[in-house]
């Protein structure tokens, strides 16, 4: 199969992203549910590593399957396209498969079951652009494979946002429930404007990102906190122009693989296999096709945010 270009697989993405945004501005509740779906990696058994397959549990072993949980309404990391996820997170979790001789079935559900499915053992892991951080930590196990960094976006005609944090101050935003953007505005942003005598920024939670967008393209709130890499997709996805800026106030930080704390065999089994790609060169290709190389993670581990913190920034 011919892989696509960057812009194609970005256009993809994008109309996917607005055929979820009309679902969801029919529901009554403002949000979508979440679908389910199953994405069959290839199983590349000419590109298996003996070693890396025999770090699995027998269990996954026997099975030949990784059951994996996702939320496919957020790209570019994942979402669904005729019942298919695509996007640079199953792009990566099918070359680690190819690497260890198995297949990944995975399945959307919300985001904020994601790490309670993991640690119940209903899913062997959880892929989503899940940011890392120390209390996730003290919940499960982290192999961290990227960067993330989160941006502002807001409508057009709205030009009174800049990159000044000072230019949020008062005004309302909209964030996907369980993400750390919310916290990034209570803890940073929001003691920055206190300091500057100047109203908190009002937070509103959304089940999804597209209910989130939808309560920006409706004039409920002022802007949206959301990941930096969806930029493009989302762009080309809006009812309506939108415009992004950048803030020197949002923390940068990694995104990871969430396993069971216990399950320490897949962690590196999935470790391996990670680095395995970076140095073939697979995961830099990966990365550059969704026009994402600013956040490649050339050094992965196991829970950085604890182990390699990234510098807070400062006002």
Request: hydrophobic fraction near 40%.
């Amino acid at each position: 199969m011919i892989r696509p270009t960057v812009k194609a697989a970005v256009a993809t993405v994008a109309a996917v992203a607005a055929m979820a945004l009309a679902t969801s501005a029919c529901s009554s509740s403002g949000g979508g549910t979440p679908s389910a779906g199953g994405t069959p990696a290839s199983t590349g058994a000419s590109s298996a590593s003996s070693a890396l397959h025999d770090m699995l549990p027998e269990n996954i072993k026997k099975s030949g399957v990784v059951h994996l949980a996702t939320d496919a309404e957020y790209p570019p990391c994942e979402t669904l396209e005729n019942g298919k996820m695509v996007g640079y997170e199953p792009d990566l979790w099918n070359a680690m498969a190819a690497k260890l001789g198995v297949r990944v079935d995975a399945t959307s559900i919300a985001f904020d079951s994601l790490i309670p499915g993991v640690q119940s053992g209903r899913y062997d892991m959880a892929m989503e652009c899940i940011s890392d951080n120390t209390e996730r930590e003290k919940q499960v196990t982290f192999v961290d494979n990227a960067y993330a960094t989160g941006a502002v976006y807001t409508l057009a005609t709205n030009t009174s946002i800049t990159t000044d944090p000072l230019t949020l101050c008062g005004l309302k935003t909209a964030t996907q429930q369980g993400l750390d953007l919310a916290e990034q505005i209570t803890s940073t942003i929001n003691p920055h404007c206190a300091s500057s005598g100047k109203p908190p920024v009002e937070i509103q939670q959304f089940p999804s990102a597209n209910a989130a967008l939808l309560a920006l393209y409706s004039g409920r709130v002022d802007f949206v906190l959301n990941d930096y890499a969806a930029a493009e997709a989302l762009q080309k996805a809006a009812p309506k122009p939108l415009r992004y800026v950048t803030d020197p106030l949002l923390q940068k930080y990694y995104n990871g693989m969430v396993f069971n704390k216990k399950a320490t065999e897949l962690q590196q089994a999935f470790l391996g296999a990670l680095k395995t790609i970076i140095a073939d060169g697979s995961y830099d290709k990966i990365m550059s096709r969704w026009d994402l190389p600013a956040l490649e993670l050339t050094k992965p581990g196991i829970n950085l945010a604890a182990s390699d913190p990234i510098p807070a920034p400062k006002p």
